[in-house]
């Protein structure tokens, strides 16, 4: 039900923007966020658009990274600039209908799952 899709390789300060595709019974109420996870660490809270309304970030990524929802394609963006190697990793999309806000962080919170999309930011 969740698609991503845009990583890549980039340099350090670069940008690139993910996406993220959802379809089925996802809807604009759906919370849609992204976490990341590097080899031999946990997964970590990127962002989320909570129940369409608010969006949230991580403290690593906030002033740098934007979140952005077209309802129209049932779509859910990440732009990331000013990219650095520490941002290397692999990008999911999750989703969940019934999600409270003091949840969004929590990966195994999200019910719905994409396959994941690298992102990688040489140095």
């Known amino acids: 039900q969740l698609q991503a899709s845009g990583g890549g390789l980039v340099q350090a300060g670069g940008s690139l923007r993910l996406s993220c595709a959802a379809s089925?019974?996802?809807?604009?109420?759906?919370?849609i966020g992204w976490f990341r996870q590097a080899p031999g660490k946990e997964r970590e809270f990127v962002g989320t658009?909570?129940?369409?309304?608010?969006?949230y970030y991580g403290d690593s990524v906030k002033g740098r990274f934007t979140i952005s929802r077209d309802n129209a394609k049932n779509t859910v963006y990440l732009q990331m600039n000013s990219l650095e190697p520490e941002d290397t990793a692999v990008y999911y999309c999750?989703?969940?209908?019934?999600?409270?806000?003091?949840?969004?962080?929590?990966?195994?919170?999200?019910?719905?799952w994409g396959q994941g999309t690298q992102v990688t930011v040489s140095s």
């Open positions: 999750a989703a969940d209908s019934r999600l409270i806000l003091s949840s969004i962080r929590y990966p195994d919170r999200y019910d719905y």
């Open positions: 089925g019974r996802t809807d604009r109420t759906w919370t």
């Open positions: 658009s909570f129940r369409g309304q608010r969006v």
